[in-house]
């Protein structure tokens, strides 16, 4: 059975950081792009941050180019999001999604259905 678990998030100040956590198990991630997603109340939910199976390649939403950065540590089953310079925009929901795609799209990357796995979130909330 595939899980897919994500951790770190929490109540922070503009301006500040944090870093969330995704553990997957009972599949080789490897084998799979991994992304983040986010969804705010009342909002679509929308692509944060892809990568490749290696992760060589990788793509952003505009809004958190330069202040997010997606890694991956495959020997721990492990994908990061380091968020920096937190605004009050990014306050949502943030789900991490196990791509059905090594190596994901420049064009498709954000579209829901390239996932197959979904963790259940954790909280962002960004206080101004």
């Known amino acids: 059975q595939v899980q897919v678990v994500e951790s770190g998030g929490g109540l922070v100040q503009a301006g500040e950081s944090l870093k969330l956590s995704c553990v997957v198990s009972?599949?080789?991630?490897?084998?799979?792009?991994m992304a983040w997603f986010r969804q705010a109340p009342g909002k679509e939910r929308e692509g944060v941050s892809v990568i490749s199976w290696a992760g060589g390649r990788k793509y952003y939403l505009d809004s958190v180019k330069d202040r997010f950065y997606i890694r991956r540590d495959n020997d721990e089953n492990t994908v990061y999001l380091e968020m920096d310079h937190l605004k009050p925009e990014d306050t949502a929901m943030y789900y991490c999604?196990?791509?059905?795609?090594?190596?994901?799209?420049?064009?498709?990357?954000?579209?829901?259905?390239?996932?197959?796995?979904w963790g259940r979130g954790t909280q962002v909330t960004v206080s101004s």
């Open positions: 009972g599949l080789k991630m490897d084998d799979h792009g």
């Open positions: 999604a196990v791509s059905g795609h090594l190596i994901p799209s420049r064009e498709t990357w954000s579209d829901k259905d390239e996932y197959i796995y």
